[in-house]
């Protein structure tokens, strides 16, 4: 499988976000109003930032978590 290949229909990425389901494969992090969104595609982390460098900063700090 092409990990890298893009996924054009949203069936297709939510299957792909089900194969990688655990796995901490990419973050995303999205404005929201007065802060930021941020989930990972493990699916076990949601939280908010007051800013996106705050994001990006949660987002390392989670990947960099031993054995997830
Ligand atoms: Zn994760």
Redesign the pocket.
Do not use: A, L, M, P
């Given at each position: 499988m092409d990990e890298s290949a893009l996924h054009e229909k949203p069936a297709e990425f939510l299957a792909a976000l089900r194969d990688h389901a655990?796995?901490?494969?990419a973050?995303s992090i999205l404005p929201a109003d007065d802060h930021y969104v941020c989930h990972?595609?493990?699916?076990?982390?949601d939280v908010s930032a007051a800013t996106r460098e705050e994001g990006l900063a949660l987002a390392r700090a989670?990947?960099a978590?031993p054995g997830?």
């Open positions: 655990g796995v901490c494969d973050q990972c595609t493990c699916g076990r982390w989670h990947t978590e997830g």
